[in-house]
C-alpha cells in the first residue's frame, strides 16, 4: 500500500485505501508506522507525511454512506452490485463533500 503518496490519489484510490484501512482496525499511531515504512521503501524524503483526517474520511463517510443507506436508497439491489454501489455512493460523498 502506497499511503505515502495518499494526497496524490485519486478520490475512487483513497476510498480503496480508506476501506482497506478501516477493515484493518487499525490506529493513527499504526498508520505512521505504515507511512514511514512506505516512505523508507521510496527511499527518499520528498514525501511527506499525507494529511488524512480519520475523523472525516473514516468516521464520517463509513457512518453515513453504510450497508443501511445503501438498502435504504436501492430498495431492491441484487447482492453483486452492493458493494459496488457502496463504493460508488462513498467516493460521490467525498467528492461532494471534500475538497481535494
Known amino acids: 500500500m502506497r499511503i505515502a503518496r495518499y494526497n496524490e490519489m485519486k478520490v475512487s484510490k ?13 490506529d ?21 507525511r499525507p494529511y488524512i483526517n480519520y475523523t472525516y474520511d473514516l468516521e464520517e463517510i463509513y457512518k453515513k454512506i453504510d450497508g443501511k443507506y445503501i438498502i435504504k436508497k436501492y ?7 452492493f458493494k459496488n454501489k457502496l463504493r460508488e455512493e462513498r467516493i460521490n460523498y467525498y467528492k461532494k463533500n471534500r475538497a481535494n
Not at 499511531?29 to 524524503?45: F, G, P, Q, R, Y
Not at 430498495?75 to 452490485?81: F, L, V
Open 75 to 81: 430498495n431492491n439491489i441484487e447482492k453483486t452490485e
Open 28 to 48: 493513527v499511531k499504526e498508520i505512521e508506522i505504515i507511512i514511514n515504512a512506505d516512505n523508507s521503501m521510496l527511499n527518499t524524503d520528498t514525501y511527506k
Open 14 to 26: 483513497k476510498i480503496d485505501v480508506l476501506d482497506t484501512l478501516n477493515k484493518l482496525n487499525i
